[in-house]
């Protein structure tokens, strides 16, 4: 089945814990991102990926980071979690050459739900 | 960079009106605009999107409208049903045809409730 996984689903931390949050899609996707949604503020992309080994800020990347080594997975990761990065996190990839990518229907995982304490 | 503004926040209708939602953008280079339903408690999914050189598209109940002069784009549901009730998403991106940097990057509006009243 195509699809987008994202783990954990549901995460509970404290402030200054390091953690990832893994994304990986079976579709051989060129293109994937992570954006971030806020109640009243929409999704907000963090950080995206036109291909391996390329990657790009969004519109909110302060506090994040991301790695794109091979094709079906881009990680993020929080190095140091504050209270202000409780979200609902999604993962998405979509299908595209070059850069047109980002100009496709994007594929969106389950969804990550992070609370830092 | 780009900026987008949805409107309305909140849409309630009657089963079998018509519910229109309403974005705005500021970034004439963007040249790519989905809309994404998510409903409550799942993922969201594309529904439909329009490119800048058509000025409309249908898919049965769902039109969208692009005004590339004026910036501003519209998702038209006829008909409405119940399952329709969500939460929308309009977006706007652009590919590296309309020069530039940035491109890849989608930015979102800020979502409409829609709840449609049996």
């Known amino acids: 089945e195509a699809q987008v996984t994202q783990n954990p689903r549901y995460l509970i931390t404290v402030t200054g814990k390091k953690l990832t949050v893994t994304c990986s899609q079976n579709?051989?996707?060129?293109?994937m991102s992570w954006y971030r949604q806020d109640p009243g503020l929409g999704l907000r992309q963090i950080y995206y990926s036109m291909n391996v080994e390329v990657t790009d800020k969004g519109d909110v990347p302060e506090g994040y980071k991301v790695s794109r080594k091979e094709k079906r997975n881009f990680p993020l990761i929080l190095e140091s979690p504050s209270p202000n990065q409780t979200s609902l996190y999604f993962c998405?990839?979509?299908?595209?050459?070059?850069?047109?990518?980002?100009?496709?229907?994007?594929?969106f995982g389950p969804g990550t739900r992070l609370t830092v304490l | 960079g780009e900026n987008v503004e949805q409107h309305p926040s909140t849409l309630s209708v009657q089963e079998g009106d018509s519910a229109v939602i309403k974005c705005t953008y500021s970034?004439?280079?963007?040249?790519?605009f989905p809309w994404y339903k998510q409903e409550l408690g799942k993922r969201p999914q594309l529904i439909i999107d329009?490119?800048?050189?058509?000025g409309e598209k249908k898919d049965q109940r769902i039109a969208v409208t692009l005004n590339k002069t004026a910036k501003h784009f519209s998702l038209h549901i006829t008909e409405t049903q119940p399952e329709d009730s969500a939460v929308y998403f309009c977006a706007a991106s652009r590919s590296s045809n309309a020069g530039g940097t940035s491109y890849g990057k989608l930015t979102f509006g800020q979502g409409t409730i829609l709840t449609v009243h049996p």
């Open positions: 998405a990839s979509s299908l595209g050459r070059g850069r047109t990518s980002g100009n496709n229907e994007q594929f």
């Open positions: 579709m051989n996707h060129e293109y």
């Open positions: 329009i490119r800048s050189n058509v």
């Open positions: 970034d004439s280079a963007s040249n790519y």
